[in-house]
């Protein structure tokens, strides 16, 4: 699965062309198919509806090009790593107003961790109809194929905490050796239609209709005896199918009034999203000796069912004016407002329930430019994300609610060869569900979560061939407001201090032309393991390399992960699920291009 944390809160908020789509963090997103990745920083709730305050990020797939151009690339590397990729794109017609675009990529490959397999499928088509000089119509479509296992992790004991009986190995897996898989399915299908009325106003339409199922296997931590080997088991077993559409329309604008020129936003977007089938049995499997593992338990009797449908429907307006006051000095005014309506099926309890929530979202910002390479900005945003269920009065909960205060500068140094941001933030997350005092089986809203921090961002080329990516960030992340765990206590998974550096080098000329270098290092600081602070995960620093030679249509490359293969903890889930980051990682590609 895909999730990120972003300025100290996990996001799921991942979109895909600028709309959202959940099953982007259940479905591996390929590379092959990706143009580029944006990162929003801080609530975007105006632009993009409901979602995480830390941020969101969109997914840019690839479009049909004019001009032909034919790739094929092939990637092996330890752990049986293989990949295969193409990519093909130009014109249908003479008039080169009919373009396509065709991707195509197949893995197969296995994992430090033992008995774990994956397997990924992608074809993706695309076509392009310049209608007029105006007009361009876009139709898309995806079909997405991925296997892979569903590890819970290892136990805090043994890996970032001693152990009597010593290290865990961070390849033992929990799972029974090939009943641990999740198969996802995943079709997409839209269209983009964009229509220019005239130099100033635009026209911006588009809809996509996703089509998800899954079926899984799975086997989780249930607890550690106290001899700190032996591990209980549950496991869990389960289908599901969702269908999702999204349909949105913005408008975009510029006029003056007077001296002051306008950026002018306005649309609309209309959800739906129907889970019509989540059914998922769970029970109990044989405890597994954590250092002497004997597996082939048989599954134990289902203790828990759930079989349920969900309805989700939403609709949200917004407006957003970009003013230009003077040459230098400009304001932002936005604001959305959202309905959002959700009916639960409990189809074991022959129950249903309905509730239904409505959110306005503004955002102000300011932008000044002393000086042309230098700007200054501060701003303002809100962000809300529904949250379901009912309290123990049987109330609907209100929004979860995000709350941005932000001042930075922006700066284009060495004439504009690099750009950096340095950005302080403060980020409130509020209405967060907490145990209710009267009975811990309910919850109510107050609890609060509050991130402090700072960005610091560097990149761009500082000589021909060299160029650089940097980044620095400072993040206190604490509970302001909670009936279960101590106020003051750092978030899980947030390190106070972190940062990163990559950076390659091309040979420009000579015999050597095309050869090039690259170096990148990952320093992520301690952070803790859950909101109890019981335990953290140690700092670590990664070292990455990359040796790459392009020449003509020939592209080649040897990337490692990991060089000096340390051992080290990526997140963790709770005391029993702590997650090792990989070893050693080598893979070799050879591509070309027509």
């Known amino acids: 699965f895909e999730q990120f944390n972003i300025r100290g809160f996990e996001s799921q908020n991942i979109l895909r062309n600028g709309l959202r789509d959940s099953t982007n963090t259940q479905v591996p997103n390929d590379t092959a198919l990706i143009e580029r990745i944006e990162v929003l920083k801080g609530p975007a709730s105006v632009l993009f509806g409901q979602g995480s305050p830390g941020g969101v990020i969109n997914i840019v797939t690839k479009r049909p090009e004019r001009n032909p151009f034919y790739a094929?690339?092939?990637?092996?590397?330890?752990?049986?790593?293989?990949?295969?990729?193409?990519?093909?794109?130009?014109?249908?017609?003479?008039?080169?107003?009919?373009?396509?675009?065709?991707?195509?990529?197949?893995?197969?490959?296995?994992?430090?961790?033992?008995?774990?397999?994956?397997?990924?499928?992608?074809i993706a088509p695309a076509l392009t109809w310049a209608i007029s000089d105006q007009t361009r119509l876009t139709l898309q479509g995806e079909i997405i194929r991925s296997s892979f296992p569903n590890p819970r992790g290892l136990p805090a004991i043994g890996t970032v905490r001693s152990n009597p009986n010593g290290r865990i190995p961070i390849n033992r897996n929990i799972a029974e050796p090939g009943e641990d898989f999740i198969d996802n399915r995943v079709e997409r299908v839209g269209y983009e239609l964009e229509h220019r009325f005239s130099q100033n106003w635009s026209l911006r339409n588009a809809f996509r209709i996703t089509l998800f199922s899954y079926d899984q296997d799975g086997f989780f931590p249930a607890g550690l005896e106290p001899d700190g080997r032996t591990l209980n088991r549950g496991y869990s077993t389960g289908t599901s199918s969702t269908d999702t559409q999204i349909f949105t329309t913005d408008l975009v604008g510029n006029f003056s009034t007077g001296p002051i020129e306008h950026k002018l936003l306005v649309g609309f977007e209309l959800f739906r999203e129907n889970q019509f089938k989540n059914r998922f049995d769970l029970?109990?499997?044989?405890?597994?000796?954590?250092?002497?593992?004997?597996?082939?338990?048989?599954l134990g009797p289902v203790t828990f069912s759930l079989d349920n449908a969900t309805l989700t429907q939403s609709a949200g307006f917004y407006i957003q004016d970009q003013i230009s006051l003077l040459d230098n000095l400009k304001l932002v005014l936005g604001g959305r407002f959202d309905l959002y309506d959700q009916k639960l099926t409990d189809k074991l309890a022959d129950t249903r329930t309905e509730q239904s929530e409505e959110a306005f979202s503004p955002r102000v910002g300011i932008v000044y430019q002393p000086i042309q390479p230098i700007s200054l900005y501060a701003s303002f945003t809100r962000s809300f994300n529904p949250v379901s269920g009912t309290g123990f009065d049987n109330a609907l909960f209100q929004p979860e609610e995000g709350t941005?205060?932000?001042?930075?500068?922006?700066?284009?140094l060495l004439g504009g060869r690099l750009s950096s941001t340095l950005a302080f933030y403060q980020l409130t997350r509020q209405n967060v569900l907490t145990p209710d005092p009267r009975d811990a089986n309910f919850s109510i809203q107050t609890g609060e979560q509050r991130s402090r921090g700072i960005d610091l961002d560097v990149s761009g080329e500082i000589l021909p061939g060299w160029k650089i990516i940097a980044s620095y960030a400072y993040i206190d992340a604490r509970i302001v407001e909670d009936n279960a765990f101590a106020i003051g206590n750092r978030l899980e998974n947030v390190p106070q201090h972190s940062a990163s550096l990559f950076t390659t080098y091309e040979i420009q000329k000579g015999n050597l032309q095309g050869l090039g270098f690259g170096l990148g290092l990952f320093y992520v600081g301690e952070r803790e393991g859950d909101l109890d602070n019981s335990f953290s995960l140690p700092s670590y620093l990664r070292t990455d390399a990359a040796i790459f030679y392009r020449r003509g249509n020939l592209r080649a490359a040897l990337n490692v992960k990991n060089l000096f293969d340390n051992r080290y903890f990526e997140t963790s889930n709770g005391p029993l699920r702590v997650f090792p980051g990989a070893p050693l990682t080598i893979q070799g590609s050879i591509g070309f291009e027509f």
């Open 72 to 122: 094929v690339e092939f990637t092996a590397g330890n752990y049986n790593f293989y990949r295969g990729t193409v990519d093909l794109t130009g014109p249908l017609n003479a008039r080169r107003n009919l373009l396509y675009r065709f991707n195509f990529s197949y893995q197969n490959s296995e994992s430090f961790l033992d008995f774990a397999e994956t397997e990924r499928l992608l």
């Open 283 to 298: 029970g109990d499997i044989a405890p597994l000796d954590l250092f002497n593992p004997v597996y082939g338990s048989p």
């Open 404 to 412: 941005q205060y932000e001042v930075g500068v922006k700066a284009d």
